[in-house]
């Protein structure tokens, strides 16, 4: 059976469809495409149907990943949709618990900091690089990158 993945952030339009993009990229060059089903979502909903910013789509595909998601909010009926919901920040933790504390019945997911995975740094949250410059957004494919490794490593 696939494990279901979901990534949030606060908007989907920057650091989850990153991740989504790099997690999709490493298990297609590794052949574990069957094992996952992976998906994106946003706590908030401002940028709801709008593909990935073009400066992260534009660092990404410097990098050979494509980014094609468009932007949806998190839904209560994803704790049940998804195996794992991996969070950029302590912010989108605590969104998702509050959403977690709406449901009637206990949800399936299992909900942690993406960069939990991560060796190769001591950050615990991948920082919002919207309203930054340029290198904020290889700055967040540089944790991904090591943190989505890691991830898989846990997950096969
Ligand atoms: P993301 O970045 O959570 O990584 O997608 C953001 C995108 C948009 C906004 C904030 C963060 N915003 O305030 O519109």
């Known amino acids: 059976m696939e494990t279901k993945i979901l990534f949030v952030c606060l908007g989907n339009i920057c650091r989850s469809p990153a991740a ?5 990229r490493k ?3 590794r052949n574990l495409e069957s094992l996952f089903f992976v998906d994106s979502a946003g706590t908030g ?7 990935a910013d073009q400066r992260m789509r534009e660092t990404a595909s410097l990098r050979g990943i494509d980014l094609t998601s ?6 209560g009926n994803d704790l ?12 989108n933790l605590q969104a998702v618990n509050l959403l977690i504390q709406d449901q009637l ?3 399936n997911s299992k ?10 740094t001591l950050l615990d949250e991948v920082p919002d690089p919207y309203y930054g ?10 944790l991904l990158d090591k943190a989505i490794d890691g991830l898989i490593d846990s997950l096969i």
């Open 45 to 51: 909903d401002w940028h709801v149907g709008n593909l």
């Open 133 to 142: 410059g340029q290198d904020g957004f290889e700055v967040v494919l540089d």
């Open 105 to 107: 019945r206990p949800i």
């Open 70 to 75: 468009r932007s949806r909010q998190i839904s």
């Open 20 to 24: 989504e993009g790099v997690f999709k």
């Open 111 to 120: 909900v942690e900091l993406l960069l939990s995975y991560s060796k190769s």
């Open 27 to 29: 298990i297609k060059d």
């Open 80 to 91: 049940y949709e998804f195996d794992r919901i991996l969070v950029m920040d302590k912010d």
